[in-house]
């Protein structure tokens, strides 16, 4: 049976970094959320809220680590 839960790594949100503010203060915008092709970072909340990461859904393809310039996202491996 396949197990859906077997994913190996993902993106997670560091809360303690991320700061919508301090990386866009002009207009809130994850620039993460962009770089996700998979549309599985989201700014649920709105422009100026941190995204939250759709983790079974994430393809750990890591470009939105690589558009955070506050290095607030990370891998996660379970
Ligand atoms: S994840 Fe990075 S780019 Fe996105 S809001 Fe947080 S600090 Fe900004
Ligand atoms: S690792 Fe890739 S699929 Fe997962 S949230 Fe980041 S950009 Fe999207």
């Not at 790594?9 to 203060?25: I, L």
């Not at 092709?37 to 079974?56: A, M, N, R």
Request: aromatic letters at 6%.
């Amino acid at each position: 049976m396949v197990n859906l839960q077997s994913k190996k790594s993902f993106a997670m949100v560091d809360y303690e970094r991320c700061s919508p503010k301090r990386c866009s203060p002009e207009n809130g915008v994850c620039a993460s959320v962009s770089a996700c092709t998979h549309k599985v970072i989201k700014q649920i909340d709105g422009v100026f809220e941190s995204p939250i990461v759709f983790q079974d859904l994430c393809m750990g393809c890591w470009d939105c680590i690589e558009a955070c310039p506050l290095d607030a996202i990370q891998v996660r491996n379970v």
